[in-house]
């Protein structure tokens, strides 16, 4: 009998990981040709809400192997560390720097999610959006004191996506009691 112990765990660890997005993606682009374009933004807000919650699942896993998360660079640290875990080692992270006042720049050169948007023909405007609410979600659960904004998007054209990390601006807003986003 041929057993997964035959199998790299490397190789293992790829396979499962490319899979696991084609079918991510296979299944956005299966739904969108079956009812059609015409639920176009019901179905970008489903989807939407589907990387929302693959993001908040990184608390889970910072929390169950003791990850620090009181500084934008140690919720860089873990988000990327988490991120490679979810999509494969195919993500490439180039650089983590520190930026400023307790913010930090991540630098990714590689995104399994954008090669397999492409192998599937899907509109890399998508990819983005997913991306966008994925990454959001996740450093905002990491730490709620944090936030995250796009510099450079390898899925709008860019060379490379840039990722910054840093405080959540709170202000109070004129006739509310609470604060909101700056």
């Known amino acids: 009998m041929v057993g997964i112990d035959r199998v790299p765990v490397e190789t293992r660890w790829r396979l499962a ?4 997005m084609d079918l991510a993606m296979a299944y956005s ?4 040709e079956t009812v059609g374009e015409a639920f176009g ?3 970008d807000e489903m989807e939407v809400e589907f990387w929302q919650r693959a ?34 080692p195919q993500l490439g992270v180039a ?5 400023g006042e307790d913010s930090a720049v991540i630098t990714m050169d590689a995104c399994p999610a954008l090669t397999r948007a492409r192998k599937f023909h899907m509109d890399a405007k998508r ?28 899925c709008m054209g860019d060379p490379l996506c840039e990722i910054v990390i840093s405080p959540l601006r709170r202000r109070a807003r004129r006739g509310q009691a609470g604060a909101g986003r700056a």
């Open 41 to 43: 933004e019901a179905l």
């Open 29 to 32: 682009v299966a739904v969108r």
């Open 127 to 154: 990819v983005c959006m997913g991306c966008r609410a994925y990454s959001r979600a996740a450093v905002e659960a990491l730490n709620p004191a944090y936030t995250l904004s796009h510099g450079k998007s390898m």
């Open 55 to 88: 993001g908040l699942e990184q608390v889970a896993i910072a929390r169950a192997f003791g990850f620090p998360l009181r500084n934008a660079r140690e919720v860089a640290e873990a988000f990327t560390t988490i991120s490679i875990l979810f999509q494969g």
């Open 17 to 20: 990981t490319a899979e696991g």
């Open 95 to 99: 650089r983590i720097e520190d930026s």
